[in-house]
């Protein structure tokens, strides 16, 4: 995802300003305007009560998904409109890779915001180990006697020493996609879940290329996705960055060397080249979300934006889309699938972090969350239980949503035969490792012609110097 370099702000009757952080969207085409009437909490709108006039700074992980950018502009708009207060919000890419040494500097400078929200196990993490985040532990206790319990997965990415460091906002669920069409044709089946040999043979067999057809749509170029599926390999076969306390770096191993041979003959193999889109080792993370759409590709790995692009722009691909939970390798029987929350925090030094933390409770719930769930169906989900009963449209308003909730519920940890348990203890030098594209690059150069061993052993080094830096000797 490419950033641009300007700031372009939109003022709400002078009372919130809510900006764009210079980044290209992953839609395309203009955005239906939200349709959900949003209104603050009478509890909220007392809570507020006593801050009224003033203002906070906020920073939003872009949501790949340009009519729920534009949901969340307007629950911000009606909350500063009925509590009398500004707020200032600028939406920045996680995809950048300097997001979290940015917000840090801004901390060490007293020039940061207020508040943020962003993917508790990209980021949370790195952040808390920066010393940059408040404890936000009596803001968590208050929701969920409102709300019932977050996310599993919050426990594991939030919580540091007993204690919350972020508030779950919305869950995003993982996910995997295929056409199903093209699996009727030959006869393949629909399963919950597959191997990731099954679904490298079956990306082969419903090829096509002189029909523009391409069965593999999973990239192994810079960008989150890549990162994603690199990575679960690895942890299906049974190999892992760091041990289960996240502080120790055990990448080279041979279930990680197994592993990543088995990705590259993907791509470098003449046998499983008729799958391979054109330009696939140059995609971004916008670029399988376009081939998707664009109807030439029979699988691929992403969060639900592509499947609301789909649904909200009535693309053929919809109804032919089969949504399942991921794949298994060697070392597990069920898929690493548990999903994120992006979740607010609250920077040390804010200046208004009372006010921060009305916003947080106000954004996590009722109409604001719903006029952006509703403009991006499956990618914006609740990450709080009674959430998911308050509305009928979290039940009914689209197919996939009963499994989602289940990813919610999923009894965590998932362990693997080799003894690790996922999702691991959060490790801010996996974090940053994973932000720094070192996964990505050992691919690149197997493609190369380095073999999977030296590219496993180099990255190794890497990942050890960059656990080191953070301050975990090795």
């Not at 921060?356 to 990618?379: I, N, Q, T």
Request: charged share 20%; with cysteine.
């Amino acid at each position: 995802m490419e950033e641009k370099a300007d700031l372009s702000r939109r003022t709400f009757l002078g009372l919130s300003a809510v900006g764009v952080l210079g980044l290209a969207g992953c839609g395309s085409g203009p955005a239906p305007a939200p349709q959900v009437d949003v209104q603050v909490p009478k509890a909220l709108l007392d809570q507020a009560a006593a801050l009224r006039g003033g203002s906070v700074g906020m920073l939003s992980q872009k949501l790949y998904s340009e009519a729920a950018n534009k949901a969340l502009d307007r629950s911000l708009q009606a909350f500063a409109q009925a509590t009398g207060t500004t707020v200032r919000n600028d939406l920045v890419s996680g995809d950048a890779g300097d997001m979290v040494a940015k917000m840090d500097a801004e901390v060490k400078a007293g020039t940061n915001r207020d508040l943020a929200f962003m993917s508790d196990r990209r980021f949370v993490g790195q952040l808390h180990n920066l010393g940059a985040l408040t404890d936000v532990t009596d803001v968590v206790d208050e929701m969920k006697a409102l709300y019932g319990e977050p996310a599993t997965e919050a426990n594991d990415y939030c919580v540091f020493g007993g204690r919350w460091f972020a508030i779950p906002y919305h869950f995003i669920a993982s996910g995997m996609y295929l056409r199903k069409d093209w699996y009727q044709e030959k006869g393949l089946p629909l399963k919950p879940y597959y191997t990731w040999e099954e679904l490298r043979d079956n990306a082969l067999a419903v090829s096509d290329p002189a029909k523009r057809r391409f069965g593999w749509g999973l990239t192994v170029n810079r960008s989150g996705d890549a990162n994603g599926f690199i990575q679960n390999v690895i942890n299906t076969y049974g190999g892992a960055i760091a041990d289960n306390t996240g502080t120790k770096v055990v990448f080279n191993s041979p279930e990680t060397v197994a592993a990543v041979t088995f990705i590259g003959d993907i791509y470098t193999n003449p046998k499983y080249a008729p799958m391979l889109p054109p330009g696939i080792g140059s995609w971004t993370d916008s670029s399988n979300n376009e081939n998707w759409l664009a109807q030439i590709l029979g699988l691929t790995l992403n969060q639900f934006s592509v499947y609301a692009e789909s649904k909200t722009k009535k693309n053929p691909v919809y109804a032919n889309t089969h949504v399942f939970n991921g794949a298994t390798g060697p070392a597990i029987d069920q898929p690493l699938a548990f999903g994120e929350s992006n979740s607010f925090v609250v920077f040390k030094g804010a200046k208004n972090p009372a006010l921060a933390k009305v916003v947080a409770k106000f954004m996590a719930g009722g109409s604001a969350l719903l006029g952006v769930a509703k403009e991006a169906p499956c990618l914006v989900n609740p990450s709080w239980s009674k959430v998911w009963d308050s509305d009928p449209y979290y039940t009914t308003g689209d197919p996939a949503y009963p499994a989602l909730r289940e990813q919610t519920r999923v009894q965590l940890p998932v362990k693997t035969r080799t003894g690790y348990a996922f999702p691991q203890a959060p490790s801010p030098g996996e974090q940053a490792a994973l932000a720094a594209y070192l996964l990505t690059d050992m691919m690149q150069s197997v493609i190369q012609g380095t073999k999977p061993a030296d590219a496993v052993a180099t990255t190794h080094g890497r990942i050890v110097q960059i656990f080191e830096q953070q301050g975990y000797r090795q």
